[in-house]
Nanobody, 122 residues
Framework: QVQLVESGGGLVQAGGSLRLFCAAS????????MGWYRQAPGKQRELVVA???????NYADSVKGRFTISRDNAKNTVYLQMNSLKPEDTAVYYC????????????????WGQGTQVTVSS
C-alpha cells in the first residue's frame, strides 16, 4: 500500500502565498505521475496541476503563472508553491500519485492523500 500525507495548508489573505508538501510512503516500486487536485464546497474535484516523472507539467488555466509544482523522485515527494492567491483558490487540496508497488510490470494504481484545507480571505 501507498500512503500520501499532505501538509502546508492554512489561512492566507488574497495576494499571499502558501507552499503545499506531499510525501509518499509504503511499498513503492516507482511513482509515475503526481499531481494536486482541489475541491471547493459544492463543486467537483478538479485538477490543479500534474507532473510526470520526467518533469513535464500540465497546469489548469486558472493557476498558470501563479502556481508552481516540483517533485523529488528520490524522496517520493511533490510540492506546490502557490503565489498571488485568490479567494476562488479556497478548497481542500489533495495530493495524487500513480504508483507501482509490485515491480516494473505491475499495474499502476492511483492513490490519494487525506487533503489539506487552503482558505484565502478577501
Amino acid at each position: 500500500q501507498v500512503q500520501l500525507v499532505e501538509s502546508g495548508g492554512g489561512l492566507v489573505q488574497a495576494g499571499g502565498s502558501l507552499r503545499l508538501f506531499c510525501a509518499a510512503s509504503g511499498s513503492i516500486y516507482r511513482i509515475d505521475d503526481m499531481g494536486w487536485y482541489r475541491q471547493a464546497p459544492g463543486k467537483q474535484r478538479e485538477l490543479v496541476v500534474a507532473i510526470t516523472r520526467g518533469g513535464s507539467t500540465n497546469y489548469a488555466d486558472s493557476v498558470k503563472g501563479r502556481f508552481t509544482i516540483s517533485r523529488d523522485n528520490a524522496k517520493n515527494t511533490v510540492y506546490l508553491q502557490m503565489n498571488s492567491l485568490k479567494p476562488e483558490d479556497t478548497a481542500v487540496y489533495y495530493c495524487n500519485a500513480e504508483a507501482k508497488v509490485a515491480g516494473p510490470w505491475s499495474t499502476p494504481y492511483n492513490y490519494w492523500g487525506q487533503g489539506t484545507q487552503v482558505t484565502v480571505s478577501s
